[in-house]
Protein backbone atom coordinates (compact mmCIF):
# COMPACT_ATOMS: atom_id res chain seq x y z
CA UNK A 1 0.00 0.00 0.00
CA UNK A 2 1.35 3.23 -0.54
CA UNK A 3 0.91 6.07 1.28
CA UNK A 4 0.08 9.97 0.34
CA UNK A 5 2.91 11.99 0.59
CA UNK A 6 1.32 15.83 1.13
CA UNK A 7 3.36 18.28 -1.17
CA UNK A 8 2.54 21.89 -0.41
CA UNK A 9 3.51 24.84 -3.02
CA UNK A 10 5.81 26.35 -0.16
CA UNK A 11 7.60 23.48 0.11
CA UNK A 12 8.33 22.89 -3.79
CA UNK A 13 8.63 26.62 -3.91
CA UNK A 14 11.48 26.85 -1.06
CA UNK A 15 13.29 23.67 -2.96
CA UNK A 16 13.10 25.52 -6.27
CA UNK A 17 14.44 28.56 -5.05
CA UNK A 18 17.72 26.75 -3.06
CA UNK A 19 18.12 24.80 -6.52
CA UNK A 20 18.29 27.99 -8.34
CA UNK A 21 20.62 29.59 -5.74
CA UNK A 22 22.56 26.55 -5.61
CA UNK A 23 23.15 27.06 -9.56
CA UNK A 24 24.25 30.60 -8.74
CA UNK A 25 26.28 29.80 -6.47
CA UNK A 26 28.20 26.77 -8.82
CA UNK A 27 27.99 29.19 -11.42
CA UNK A 28 29.71 31.93 -9.67
CA UNK A 29 32.52 29.77 -8.81
CA UNK A 30 33.27 28.35 -11.75
CA UNK A 31 34.29 31.89 -13.22
CA UNK A 32 36.31 32.46 -9.99
CA UNK A 33 37.88 29.30 -11.17
CA UNK A 34 38.25 30.52 -14.72
CA UNK A 35 39.46 34.06 -13.71
CA UNK A 36 42.01 33.14 -11.14
CA UNK A 37 43.46 30.21 -13.35
CA UNK A 38 46.49 32.02 -15.00
CA UNK A 39 47.59 32.91 -11.25
CA UNK A 40 47.43 29.76 -9.95
CA UNK A 41 49.25 28.55 -12.92
CA UNK A 42 51.65 31.30 -12.52
CA UNK A 43 52.34 30.30 -8.58
CA UNK A 44 53.10 26.74 -9.94
CA UNK A 45 49.42 24.76 -9.37
CA UNK A 46 49.51 21.62 -10.49
CA UNK A 47 47.76 18.96 -8.69
CA UNK A 48 44.19 18.89 -8.02
CA UNK A 49 44.50 18.71 -4.26
CA UNK A 50 46.53 22.22 -4.88
CA UNK A 51 44.32 23.63 -7.12
CA UNK A 52 41.14 23.04 -5.09
CA UNK A 53 42.87 24.13 -1.64
CA UNK A 54 43.82 27.39 -3.43
CA UNK A 55 40.41 28.27 -5.15
CA UNK A 56 38.50 27.81 -1.96
CA UNK A 57 40.66 30.50 -0.49
CA UNK A 58 40.98 32.55 -3.85
CA UNK A 59 37.03 32.18 -4.53
CA UNK A 60 35.49 32.32 -0.97
CA UNK A 61 31.49 32.08 -0.90
CA UNK A 62 29.84 34.94 1.08
CA UNK A 63 28.27 32.64 4.14
CA UNK A 64 24.31 34.10 3.23
CA UNK A 65 24.34 32.85 -0.42
CA UNK A 66 25.79 29.48 1.84
CA UNK A 67 22.53 30.16 4.06
CA UNK A 68 20.25 30.50 1.39
CA UNK A 69 20.87 26.85 -0.14
CA UNK A 70 20.99 24.90 2.89
CA UNK A 71 22.68 21.77 2.84
CA UNK A 72 25.19 21.63 0.20
CA UNK A 73 25.79 18.14 -1.74
CA UNK A 74 28.65 16.21 -0.09
CA UNK A 75 31.54 17.26 -2.61
CA UNK A 76 29.72 19.82 -4.82
CA UNK A 77 32.09 22.57 -3.99
CA UNK A 78 35.60 20.59 -4.40
CA UNK A 79 33.81 18.66 -7.12
CA UNK A 80 33.21 21.83 -9.06
CA UNK A 81 36.81 23.30 -8.30
CA UNK A 82 38.58 19.96 -9.12
CA UNK A 83 36.34 19.71 -12.83
CA UNK A 84 36.55 22.86 -13.89
CA UNK A 85 40.49 23.25 -13.33
CA UNK A 86 40.85 20.37 -15.07
CA UNK A 87 38.78 20.87 -18.16
CA UNK A 88 41.08 24.36 -17.92
CA UNK A 89 44.62 22.46 -17.86
CA UNK A 90 43.41 20.10 -20.76
CA UNK A 91 42.62 22.75 -22.87
CA UNK A 92 45.81 24.36 -22.12
CA UNK A 93 47.98 21.19 -22.69
CA UNK A 94 49.27 21.02 -26.12
CA UNK A 95 47.34 18.47 -28.59
Not at 30 to 57: L, M, S, W
Not at 73 to 85: F, L, N, Q, S
Request: aromatic share 4%; charged share 15%; hydrophobic share 50%.
Amino acid sequence: MLAAVPWSASAVSAQTAQDEQLRHVISNLKACVRTHAPAAQAIGIQTIGDAVNYFVEVCNIPMPDLARIGALPPGIIRGTIAREWTALADMARPH
